[in-house]
């Protein structure tokens, strides 16, 4: 049972480059999500998805884009990384439904922007 | 300004004290959930508390929801270095049909308990 998997962990980019942060879930979760977590600032949402084809912004968007082609999978891409991108990424999947559920959290990909 | 804060940020207890770490909102409470994290790893989910006055404990942990207060507070009874890590409380602030799930976090606590 894998649940909520990021690849890389870890990634040093230089100014400028491209990559794309993958995660997958085998969760079935219709909610996804994309956080950021800098130190002492907690987690900052970037993007969500509601289902497949449906994405939408978070509170800190700039910089980064998503896809949501089907269920399983949610891809963050980073076009032109810059010095302030460099955290800690996790997604996370939830359920949607009449009663709250927790969110089911990714290891999370270490991002050092040089 | 933070929705959820925190408090404290850092935290140092000796092995076997007990603490309480406290995450206040700023707006109505749908549901809080607590995760504990350690260096390096993902989110683990502790528990989740929904009603006023609720009370849940597992093993040493036992969390409260104040709904009077907007706030919920994670009590640790006779600290283990395995506590030590960041704790996180996360909420739903906003009714279940307009938040698409989102949840809001506070900044973390850091445990650190020495042996």
């Known amino acids: 049972n894998a649940g909520v998997t990021q690849t890389p962990k870890f990634r040093i980019l230089k100014i400028g480059q491209s990559m794309t942060l993958q995660c997958t879930q085998d969760?079935?979760?219709?909610?996804m999500y994309w956080y950021r977590q800098d130190p002492g600032m907690g987690l900052k949402l970037i993007y969500y998805?509601?289902?497949?084809?449906?994405?939408d912004k978070g509170e800190v968007p700039n910089g980064y884009n998503v896809s949501r082609s089907t269920t399983e999978d949610f891809p963050l891409r980073l076009e032109l990384a810059a010095p302030s991108q460099t955290s800690v990424y996790f997604c996370?999947?939830?359920?949607?439904?009449?009663?709250?559920?927790?969110?089911?959290f990714g290891q999370g990909t270490r991002l050092t922007v040089v | 300004s933070q929705e959820l804060e925190q408090s404290p940020q850092s935290l140092i207890v000796q092995e076997g004290k007990n603490l309480t770490i406290n995450c206040t909102s700023s707006?109505?409470?749908?549901?809080l959930y607590w995760y504990k994290q350690k260096y390096g790893e993902g989110l683990i989910f502790l528990m989740m508390?929904?009603?006023?006055?609720e009370e849940k404990s597992h093993e040493k942990i036992t969390a409260k929801l104040d709904e009077k207060k907007q706030q919920s507070s994670l009590h640790i009874t006779a600290s283990q270095p395995s506590h030590a890590g960041i704790y996180l409380c996360?909420?739903?602030?906003?009714?279940?049909?307009?938040?698409?799930?989102?949840?809001?976090f506070g900044q973390g606590t850091i445990l650190t308990v020495h042996p």
């Open positions: 996360g909420a739903d602030l906003n009714a279940g049909g307009t938040s698409y799930g989102k949840l809001t």
């Open positions: 969760m079935n979760h219709n909610y």
């Open positions: 707006k109505t409470l749908y549901g």
């Open positions: 508390l929904q009603k006023g006055g």
């Open positions: 998805s509601v289902g497949a084809g449906i994405t």
């Open positions: 996370a999947g939830r359920d949607r439904g009449r009663r709250s559920t927790e969110a089911f």
